[in-house]
């Protein structure tokens, strides 16, 4: 998709808004049109459609309510055949920051994935956008910005047959085009830094375990922020097996890693400045001959040994020994991981906030505001040493879950306790579980396809540009 920076007057078909109560023509009011936010209406004006979005009260416009409204246009623009398509944002008057907006709301309102499609396209697909209003300048970070979400979009929509441990880190080394440091340890490098907690959860499946280590250097000598993710490119629970129903959703149990990834990507394409290094834990779960137990006790790279009560809760494992050597490696003051870690979290807060777990205030509010300034929201939940002491295991250090079995309380507090076992004093550590977010069915948000949504892209990019850019 082609955004362009400019009125073309000979587009067919136009996108406008409309304010609630301002004056409309008789012929939108006729098909109930009033300038309700997310409204849609139609009119021919001098041979053009003109598809007229609502955008609720003047005064309560946001830039979120607005880029909702031009997706919600293109997704309607998309399936009229036209090659081409204007954006207007002089018909509410915005400004810059509104047009560059636009640019970035239509390209997420337009992503497909149709790779697996083999059918000939029978009609003229949507390729040109043009916008009005100078957004130009602006949207340059944004088009990095969106590049990022695509990625992430792309690696979770990706079947687990072709997107394996080794096709996403191959997928990760092109990040070098923009800058960035990649490095990839393979299950001989991760045994001699004895990573034995990951390496059990992968030894069931016949994709060898990664880490992708991808290091942005935008900042001069600090510290880099460090970013984790779960990459779990198969969940299928392992020995403790999953239900099948639904089970191919696990294919998606990497949306941390791909949020981590398309943040990676999205940073160095702005050239942000500041340190950021990218780390992602890359496995399949799958029960085999030579799968791990229940029962099982493996000792992590932090030296702490670890009784396996349940391979399902196998994020965990994968994560505990990434953030060791995060920590070990980087010395960085702020990490933060993000995974699809618990089934629970979708239980406490659904698909429409993450789940934010933290031992810093700082760093705690720092990712809420971000949160909330772009849309993807979290919500903290406690820790606590109440909850702590139910990872207390008889014979190892600690053990994986509480209870094994449906209906054991506080399941994604565990297992953020679990995860702040393995964080060292003085490190500034925050836990994001994006099992509710990171897809979703029925998704209701018009810049968002209709499963995987990029979660946490946009969220760490704006992070790193509020808190963590000089
Ligand atoms: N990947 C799952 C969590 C998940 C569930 C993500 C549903 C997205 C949607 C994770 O590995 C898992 O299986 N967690 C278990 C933990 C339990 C065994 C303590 C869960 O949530 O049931
Ligand atoms: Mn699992
Ligand atoms: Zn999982």
Redesign the pocket.
Known sequence: MNINFKKNDDCKLIIKFAFKNDAISPILALQGFDGSASQTATETIDGKLNIVVGVGEKDKLTLEAFEKAVATGVKAASSLGQASVQILVSSIDADAKYSAHAGLAALMASYKFDTYKTAPKTKTELSEIFVDGNGEADFAALQSLYDGIAFGRDLMNEPPNVLNTAEFAKRLVELKELGVEVTVLGEKEMEALGMGSFLGVGQGSTSESRVVVMNYKGGGDEAPLALVGKG?CF?S?GI?I?PSGGME??K??MGGAAAVSGAMKAIAGRKAKANVVGLVGLAE?MPDGNAQRPGDIVKSMSGKTIEVL?T????RLVLCDVLTYAQQTFKPKYVIDLA?????I?ISLGHDYAGLFSNSDDLSGKITAAGDNCGEKVWRLPLGASYDKLLDSKIADVKN?NR?GPG?PA?SIT?AQFLQRFIEEGTQWAHIDI?GT?WKNGNEDPREPSWATGYGVRLLDTLVKESFEK
């Open positions: 779990l969940d629970g403790s999953k959703e696990m998606g149990d779960n349940n399902d809760a196998e994020g699809t870690l618990t089934g629970a979708i879950v094994s054991s399941g297992a099992a990171a």
